[in-house]
């Protein structure tokens, strides 16, 4: 089945950019979507489609994806954005939707 | 306004079952195809089954298959999830989301609150 690696965490400074990988065999032909998990909340989805942004998530919030790599990037991160964060995508092969591990994003 | 709102979770003793159910409103749920999505404490997501708008297509994790069976009532605009033979192993909070479908891209665009099923004897 198909595998999706992210790094366990990732550590920024408020108002630095921090970026999320997401790793996967030529994951760059599959369309990446991420989600925010906050303690104790359920995931919201903040990118889709690769880069595409649902209503009211922030400008700061962005995607790329090519090749064995997907990225999520957020922009002058603030203490809000600590949460965990997920990759995503839906595996045609097997008709399964994967996940990465997750990685806990802290804010310094 | 737009939710989905997760119920029947609960202590279950090893090999019991448990038949959760999700209730959807503020869009119309028969149009969406939906999905189950749990996580054990501690850890990550790990979805489990989908079915289509009108129910006759569904489909379910390995882990899963053969125990759990998703299921729907569009005029209840409500989702189920039965459990079956349950494991110290299913002990999870469960999560019913709704399915955006676009060619083969879907994601999950709606998620409830979830509920905590606990397997413990």
């Known amino acids: 089945s198909y595998v999706l690696t992210q790094p366990p965490s990732v550590s920024v400074a408020p108002g630095q950019t921090a970026r999320v990988t997401c790793g996967g065999a030529?994951?760059?032909?599959?369309?990446m979507h991420w989600y925010q998990q906050k303690p104790g909340q359920a995931p919201v989805l903040v990118v889709y489609?690769?880069?595409d942004r649902p209503s009211g998530i922030p400008e700061r919030f962005s995607g790329s994806n090519s090749g064995n790599m997907a990225t999520l990037t957020i922009s002058r991160v603030e203490a809000v954005d600590e949460a965990d964060y997920y990759c995503?995508?839906?595996?045609?092969?097997?008709?399964?939707?994967?996940f990465g591990g997750g990685t806990k994003l802290t804010v310094l | 306004q737009v939710q989905l709102v997760e119920s029947g979770g609960g202590l279950v003793k090893p090999g019991g079952s448990l038949r959760l159910s999700c209730a959807a409103s503020?869009?119309?749920?028969?149009?969406?195809?939906m999905s189950w999505i749990r996580q054990a404490p501690g850890k990550g997501l790990e979805w489990l089954s989908y079915?289509?708008?009108?129910?006759?297509?569904?489909r379910h994790a390995d882990s899963v298959k053969g125990r759990f069976t998703i299921s729907r009532d569009n005029a209840k605009n409500s989702l189920y999830l039965q459990m079956n033979n349950l494991r110290a192993e299913d002990t999870a909070v469960y999560y019913c989301?709704?399915?955006?479908?676009?060619?083969?891209?879907?994601?999950?665009?709606?998620w409830g609150r979830g509920t905590l099923v606990t397997v413990s004897s």
């Open positions: 989301a709704r399915v955006m479908t676009i060619v083969n891209n879907w994601y999950f665009d709606l």
């Open positions: 503020g869009f119309t749920f028969r149009d969406y195809y």
């Open positions: 079915i289509s708008t009108s129910g006759s297509t569904v």
């Open positions: 030529n994951i760059g032909v599959k369309s």
């Open positions: 489609d690769d880069s």
């Open positions: 995503q995508v839906w595996d045609t092969t097997s008709d399964y939707a994967v």
